[in-house]
């Protein structure tokens, strides 16, 4: 967002004597009039119903994914009174009108779609404070509405917060501050970390805020954090994919792309943008067993697009369903599912360049399966169903969905121990009253068993941290290849949590970036395997030594060679896939190929460099 | 005037029922600008009626007097014609605006389509270069019609979608339209009816509007509002569609008939630009109340897409 559009509004609302351009305030003045037309008229029985004071409008644009069309800012500052009209503008798939935040005892609240569709609301607001917005498929779309009372001082944000998990907090506690600092992070991309800088500067201007009678500054959460790119000591094997899913790209409308690292040496090989196919929000990939495809699901679309690994070249673009999240293959067939988020199944294609449909299987109604994984001997199928708070277990055979309410909130990825006993879903907004969890789910009884409390050693309201559990807003949550930890990337808390399966505890927080998303695992050179740590406002890759449980390094994913790229260049890091796959039950079937000529010599060449623990010999 | 309207008279008694003899010309000039909001809308900016005499009236003070979400209710009668000059007043863009409109006769430059669309040239206003449209209500085009932006925004196909919308009612010549009064299907007198309600069903909002001919006046109703009359009197309802939503329009303890057809129906199909005008007798059988109107598509209701139709005494 302008934080300079937001100062002319706040210091209007403040009184300061600012004023926003005369046609605008002509235009207000008339529409007041307007509105009041026949008031006190006794032909006119007709009652007027809200006019919107200000429209946030939903797009797909990276940051201002609710965009308000005055100034292009995903905040808007309005009166009690007031009604704001919030619609679905310029994207290519549907979308919840979800109350992510809002002011205890706001009449009409929370705001809730409880299916994706491109509906409108006009919100009115009696309660000055925050409110905020999000999508419950795409949940970190945000837009901010701040209900300002020119009678007081500064601008109101209110005493406390509701948040959508149920917990109510004051605005002076520290969740309160992280959650306004990401707001403004993740809504104004030149705030995003840039690591081409020594330091990430965020510089927030100095608006008074008044928290219930508290009055600070908004630039008290300002934060100044250097910078280090440092490439792992240690190369890996193969490749990893990630999906750059912000990058502006000159030749087409939509965003994103899947940027190739070379393992070895740690540099791009290349970027796949899919100029001539408007490849829109590229999320989530995964390969077949020769590694010749690359399956890509477009996330802010309908749409699976499959490329060559090697040359970049698109073979399909298919359509098969809103918001497509993820996709994984069965060990043993190669045959896709891909979980359709805006709906309620897993869409089951046929390997290859081109797909079939052969089927879909429903994970229950309203459920919005997003990061799910397949058991490595291809059991079962495990869907978090971000709409609906449950997980479902399908038993890949007979294709039956079991579903597990968890009462969580947002159940976003799913992990599952080599083991094939348990699985691990990681709750981005926590199990309430847990803000932060993990549920861990018993494959064989299909009932959960615990939920792991991810900021266990957190106090919301001091910020104090007594011990490594302090993760917030939980995404990508895969199971390391030897069964031992689950590693999660914390989208709030810009880290990356280490579960030890074997007590389900948190033993490790590291520090990792704003928007910290994508995980997958990749083997290391000489044994061992590193987790790959893919962040959203960030333009670089975390590299995690699963040996020492340390930071190996940062890699830069933005390429300032390539002119293609117009903007936000290397940003948006979400899915990650490394090649080889280190899961066993994939391994496998890739190693079965070795030899039989079916696998390009550079591919026989990774698996070459395995030592026989990673191969699970 | 008295010897005006006698020279006519007389005229139509030589001449026989012509058309020609009651035609009107409207000049009528529509700005597109931007409401506070951040929606566009059209605006009434003034409204001349030439009458077949040479008359001149103004009308312009029966509209709203800023941009209103639908945009002005400009009203015609079968043999007129009017001449519709858009400014551009949206006074963050560059990009062209444009009025296209729908059940009328126009000649091709007047169709409000960009060159990319049309191949000759981009009918529409730029900064400071407004744009002229003429419309011919001609026989047969009695209705209630569309108008929207045809060439705002990227890639220039129009900002309909973000408010740039309104009605066109083009009245037969005749004067009477059907309706289903006291359970038979009769004709009645357009001056009869005392209200009009222009209710858009946008996504999963009604936008409306109010034309009282009480005091002859437009009031802009804006979104799922009440709209009042009297318990006996004759009101107009016209239900449009815009956007890319299907919906079912259903008033409550009212009844009407399809126009042209005899059939009774109390729920419409309304999809993008569909259009439905019907009359009914406010309260008929049923009496007075708060009676509910809403889209009856449920996830459209569950998103509050619904107002009241309050009859009183």
């Known amino acids: ?617 | 005037m008295m010897n005006r309207i006698l020279y006519q008279l007389g005229l139509l008694l030589v001449l026989g029922l012509s058309q020609q003899a009651w035609a009107e010309t409207h000049l009528i000039t529509l700005k597109a600008a931007r409401l506070p909001s951040g929606q566009l809308a059209y605006q009434m900016v003034s409204h001349k009626i030439e009458h077949s005499g040479g008359k001149v009236e103004d009308i312009t003070s029966r509209y709203a007097p800023g941009p209103t979400i639908p945009g002005p209710t400009i009203v015609m009668t079968e043999g007129d014609t009017a001449k519709v000059t858009l400014e551009h007043g949206i006074t963050d863009s560059q990009l062209p605006v444009s009025l296209h409109v729908h059940g009328v006769h126009y000649k091709f430059d007047s169709d409000g389509t960009t060159r990319a669309l049309n191949g000759v040239a981009d009918q529409a206003a730029f900064p400071g270069k407004p744009y002229t449209y003429e419309w011919i209500a001609a026989p047969g085009t009695a209705g209630t019609w569309p108008y929207h932006d045809h060439a705002f925004g990227d890639p220039k196909v129009g900002a309909e979608d973000q408010g740039l919308y309104g009605t066109l009612i083009v009245n037969p010549e005749s004067g009477k339209v059907p309706a289903l009064i006291d359970g038979k299907v009769t004709q009645v007198n357009l001056k009869d009816i005392k209200r009009e309600f222009i209710l858009w069903m946008h996504e999963t909002t009604f936008w409306g509007q109010e034309l009282n001919h009480i005091v002859n006046r437009e009031i802009p109703l804006w979104t799922n509002p009440t709209v009042g009359a009297r318990q006996g009197e004759l009101v107009r309802f016209h239900v449009i569609g815009m956007g890319t939503a299907f919906h079912t329009f259903h008033l409550h303890g009212h009844r009407w008939i399809e126009p042209g057809t005899t059939h009774v129906v109390d729920t419409v199909n309304i999809g993008p630009i569909n259009r439905q005008s019907f009359v009914v007798k406010a309260g008929e059988g049923v009496g007075t109340g708060d009676w509910h109107y809403h889209c009856h598509v449920v996830q459209h209701m569950q998103s509050g897409m619904m107002g009241k139709f309050r009859v009183i005494q």
């Open chain 1, 1 to 617: 967002m302008r934080l300079k559009c937001l100062f002319t509004a706040v210091t209007l609302a403040a009184g300061l004597g600012l004023s926003l351009p005369a046609e605008a305030v002509k235009l207000k003045q008339r529409a007041a009039t307007t509105s009041q037309a026949g008031a006190g008229d006794e032909a006119i029985i007709s009652v007027a119903g809200v006019m919107p004071s200000a429209t946030l409008e939903m797009t797909d644009e990276p940051g201002t994914w609710f965009k308000d069309p005055n100034d292009g800012d995903a905040l808007v500052v309005v009166k009690p009174g007031e009604a704001v009209l919030i619609k679905m503008t310029d994207t290519n798939s549907e979308h919840t009108i979800t109350s992510l935040i809002w002011q205890p005892g706001a009449r009409d609240f929370p705001v809730d779609q409880e299916k994706p569709s491109s509906a409108s609301v006009t919100v009115k607001f009696d309660k000055p404070g925050l409110y905020v917005f999000t999508c419950k498929v795409h949940p970190y779309m945000f837009g901010a509405v701040i209900v300002d009372d020119p009678a007081t001082p500064g601008l109101d944000l209110g005493s406390e917060i509701q948040l959508v998990t149920g917990a109510k907090v004051p605005t002076t506690s520290d969740i309160a501050k992280k959650l306004l600092r990401t707001f403004f992070v993740v809504t104004t991309p030149a705030l995003w970390r840039d690591y081409t800088k020594p330091t990430w500067e965020v510089k927030l201007p100095d608006i008074p805020l008044n928290l219930g009678g508290v009055q600070i500054s908004l630039n008290a959460l300002s934060v100044s954090v250097p910078n280090q790119v440092s490439l792992p000591a240690t190369p890996g094997v193969g490749e990893v994919w990630i999906n750059t899913q912000f990058e502006k790209i000159a030749g087409k409308t939509k965003f994103g792309s899947a940027t190739q690292l070379d393992a070895a040496t740690w540099k791009i090989k290349k970027k796949v943008k899919g100029i001539k196919t408007n490849l829109n929000h590229p999320h989530n990939m995964w390969s077949d067993k020769a590694y010749r495809y690359i399956y890509q699901t477009e996330w802010f679309d309908k749409r699976l697009t499959t490329f060559d690994r090697k040359t970049g070249d698109i073979y399909s673009v298919v359509t098969v369903g809103q918001s497509p999240s993820h996709v994984i293959t069965r060990p043993g067939t190669d045959v896709l599912y891909v979980a359709i988020n805006g709906e309620d199944r897993v869409a089951k294609l046929a390997p290859g360049r081109n797909h079939n449909l052969l089927g879909a299987i429903n994970t229950g109604p309203h459920t919005g399966p997003h990061g799910h994984w397949i058991s490595d001997d291809g059991k079962y199928m495990v869907t978090p169903n971000a709409l609906a708070g449950s997980v479902s277990v399908v038993d890949l055979s007979s294709e039956k969905a079991t579903e597990i309410p968890t009462g969580a909130v947002i159940p976003i990825a799913i992990g599952i121990r080599p083991q094939g006993d348990y699985a691990y879903a990681a709750n981005l907004l926590g199990t309430p009253p847990m803000l932060s969890s993990m549920s861990v789910i018993d494959l064989k009884s299909k009932k959960k068993v615990k939920d792991i409390d991810l900021a266990a050693d957190y106090d919301p309201v001091s910020g104090k941290t007594q011990g490594p559990a302090y993760g917030l807003l939980p995404i990508q949550t895969p199971v390391s290849p030897d069964g031992k930890y689950v590693v999660t990337a914390n989208t709030l808390s810009a880290t990356i949590s280490i579960v030890d399966t074997a007590t389900n505890k948190v033993i490790r927080q590291l520090p990792c970036d704003p928007g910290a998303h994508g995980v997958e695992f990749g083997f290391k050179k000489g044994g061992g395997y590193y987790a790959y740590v893919a962040s959203k406002f960030s333009n670089v890759l975390t590299v995690v030594d699963m040996d020492s449980l340390e930071v190996a390094g940062r890699i830069l994913l933005a390429d300032p060679g390539d002119t293609r790229i117009t903007g936000l260049n290397g940003y948006g890091g979400q899915g990650v896939l490394p090649l080889p796959l280190p899961f066993h039950g994939w391994l496998t079937e890739t190693l079965k190929l070795s030899g039989s000529g079916e696998l390009d010599p550079e591919v026989e060449g990774w698996l070459k460099e395995l030592t026989p623990a990673q191969k699970g010999i």
